[in-house]
């Protein structure tokens, strides 16, 4: 049994996944942090028979919070508001990251640390630098969640598919659950980093003409239906949710140390350089400037034991092309991540 802490545990995200987390069978103790104090979401949470203990902890709490934690998720962060720049936001929720890992650092270093928070691309290498700036190498243990861009391709990819098919054995031919056989999605976690891999190539040629240009648009910018459905009052908040639990989830089966056979290519963004096959990785993407990248992983113990390349061996022009584009715009988003803690620390 495993203690999680949630870290910005009274937000649109932090409130369904809390919920997610406490029936969890892993979970047997799980402290909820906000500025904004979560006690009311932990004593409502604590009326359900599960296992899981919660606790809630408010601004002042943060060391308390943390202590024993085994595995740490971080959705705590600001939405982008009105006349605020992608600039502001990014510093804005880097000082928050910075802030949380110099706590970590010091109260459970040996923790997992699970990055939610936006921007990914650029907050994960906050994170890892700040570990690196108190002398520990986090890189195998500190991810950025991208499954929701997962459970957005296999679930739009389903409907596509029972949507084009003329003739089909009954209706909805194919179970938007088991898509993970089909497609996986690696490179980053926004617009064109994210870049969708067909693992079945002939479901491409079993789709109608656009259709596969218009799956991966979707993929990639599926996040403003969201925007827009919610009239710009919010973001993707249950699908990330439920998205963060499943990868959470994966992490919490391998600490308990049961098979992930079966569950098929797990990414998450990393820092791969100093993980088992990273040198195979910037061969394959042909860039030795690249260091963060989504990735399929292979886990130990709630630990990265290698990262598996063989999802680029038999990759089409279309996908090379989409990661090619991708390579640029992740090395700019991780440089800004590092430069936020390194910068300061010359100062």
Known sequence: MVKVALLGASGGIGQPLSLLLKLSPYVSKLALYDIVDPQGISVDLSHINTTAECTSYSKDDLVD???GSRVVVIPAGVPRKPGMTRDDLFKINA???RNLCECIVKTCPNATVLIISNPVNSLVPVAIETFKKNGIDGSNRIMGITTLDLVRAETFLGDYMNNSRVTTVGSNQFDKRRMHK?????GGHSGHTIVPIMLLKPMVYMMKPGQYDSLINRIQ???????????GKGSATYSMAYSGYKFIEYILKSIQRESLEGLGYIPAYINFTKLTNGNDLSKKLNSNELEYFSIPINLTNGRIESIDTTILDKISEKEKEMVGKAIPELITNAKKGQRFIRNEAKL
């Open 221 to 231: 910018f599926g996040g403003d239906e969201v925007v827009k459905a919610k009239q």
């Open 65 to 67: 919070a943390l202590r």
């Open 95 to 97: 000082g928050i990251m």
């Open 182 to 186: 089909v497609i996986s999605v690696i």
